[in-house]
C-alpha cells in the first residue's frame, strides 16, 4: 500500500506520512513515560529549570574544549536553535580562564543566497551569531584562532576536509525543528525515484555537508522563531552539515527546550530513536542507528499533545 500524501505539502515526504498507529503512539506518551525510554546508546535527560537546561547545555562545550590539547586537538559542531547556552559559553570560559587556543568548533549550517552563503551581515547569519554571542566575548588571550573555527560555505570541500583533519569532534549538538531535522537535515521532495517511498536510511546516511531545499514548515518555523514572523525574510535554502559528518562525532546531544519543536515532535522522535525505527521522513529518526544519542528536555517544554483550542 503507498504511503500517504503529505498533510503539509504534497510534494515533500514528513512526518505526516507516517503510519496511523506510530502517531498515536507518540502522542500519548507522557514525560514519565519520555523519561524510561534511555537504552544502550541513547540516553534521556530531563531537567527542572531552564538556568538547569541551558548550563547543561553550555557545559557540554566546556567539557569538549577541556580535552583540547595542541597534540590532540577537540572540537564540538554546534547549533544556532537554541541560543541561549552561547553567551553562558563564553562566560565558563572567561570565568575559568580556559585556555582553548586549541580547540576547533564547527557551525552546523548556514543560510544559502543568491549561490553563496550569508555573509555574517546577514541579519539571520547563523556565522554572525555564534561569533557575537559566544567567540567575541572571550578573552583574547583564551579564544581560539579563527583558523579552528570552520563554518560552511557554497564550495563545502573545504569545510568537509576539516573533519578528517585529525580534529576530535567530542560532540555534535544541536536542537530539533518542526520538520524534526537536526541541522537542516530535512526531508526529501516526493518526487522521481522517491515519489512513492521515500530514501532509505542508508542512502540518506551517505549525504555529506550540502546545499539543501528546505520544507515549506522549516521556512516558517525559522520565521516564527527568528524573523517575528516574516516568511519572506526566510531564505529558501541553506548549507547543512550532513549525515557524514555526524557519523564522525563521538555524541550527538539534542537540546528540547520546548521553543522550536511541539510537544508531539518532541515525542516522536523520542519513541523512532527508542525503538530503532529509522525513517528518512523523519530524519531525526535516523540517529536511532548512531552509537551516543542524548536527548535532553526541559520538563516544563515537553507539553501535552491533548486538544486544547485556543
Not at 569538549?64 to 554546534?78: E, R
Not at 514548515?217 to 555526524?246: D, F, M, W, Y
Not at 519513541?271 to 521522513?281: E, F, G, Q
Request: aromatic letters at 10%; a neutral charge; charged letters at 20%.
Amino acid at each position: 500500500m503507498p504511503r500517504k500524501l503529505s498533510s503539509i505539502a504534497p510534494d515533500w515526504w514528513d512526518y505526516t506520512t507516517l503510519d496511523d498507529k506510530l502517531i498515536r503512539d507518540a502522542a500519548a506518551l507522557t514525560p514519565e513515560k519520555i523519561a524510561t525510554l534511555s537504552r544502550p546508546g541513547f540516553k534521556v535527560v530531563l531537567y527542572d529549570t531552564l538556568e538547569e537546561f541551558y548550563l547543561a547545555e553550555a557545559l557540554e562545550y566546556v567539557s569538549a574544549w577541556k580535552q583540547s590539547t595542541a597534540d590532540n586537538p577537540v572540537g564540538i559542531c554546534g547549533p544556532i536553535g537554541p541560543t541561549e547556552q552561547l553567551p553562558l559559553v563564553a562566560r565558563l570560559v572567561n570565568e575559568l580562564n580556559l585556555n582553548i587556543r586549541s580547540a576547533h568548533f564547527w557551525g552546523m549550517d548556514e543560510w544559502f543566497l543568491d549561490g553563496q552563503a550569508a555573509p555574517p551581515t546577514h541579519p539571520l547569519s547563523f556565522e554572525r551569531a555564534d561569533r557575537e554571542l559566544c567567540f567575541n566575548r572571550i578573552r583574547n588571550n583564551l579564544v581560539m584562532p579563527d583558523a579552528n573555527l570552520h563554518f560552511p560555505k557554497a564550495d563545502t570541500r573545504a569545510y568537509r576536509k576539516t573533519w578528517t583533519a585529525g580534529v576530535r569532534c567530542a560532540v555534535m549538538q544541536g536542537g530539533q525543528g518542526d520538520v524534526k531535522h537536526w541541522a537542516f537535515n530535512d526531508p526529501p521532495r516526493r518526487k522521481g525515484k522517491y515519489q512513492n517511498t521515500p530514501p532509505s536510511p542508508a542512502e540518506f546516511r551517505k549525504l555529506e555537508t550540502r546545499v539543501v531545499d528546505l520544507h515549506p514548515l522549516t521556512i516558517a518555523q525559522n520565521a516564527r522563531t527568528s524573523g517575528g514572523g516574516n516568511i519572506s525574510l526566510v531564505p529558501i535554502q541553506a548549507i547543512s552539515v550532513g549525515p557524514v559528518e555526524t557519523w564522525q562525532a563521538e555524541k550527538v546531544s539534542i537540546w528540547h527546550a520546548g521553543n522550536h519543536d511541539n510537544p508531539f515532535g518532541q515525542r516522536l522522535t523520542t519513541l523512532m530513536i527508542a525503538k530503532r525505527v529509522p525513517d528518512t521522513a523523519v530524519p531525526m529518526s535516523l540517529l536511532a542507528d548512531h552509537p551516543n544519542v542524548q536527548f535532553n528536555f526541559y520538563r516544563k517544554g515537553i507539553g501535552a499533545c491533548e486538544v486544547e483550542m485556543h
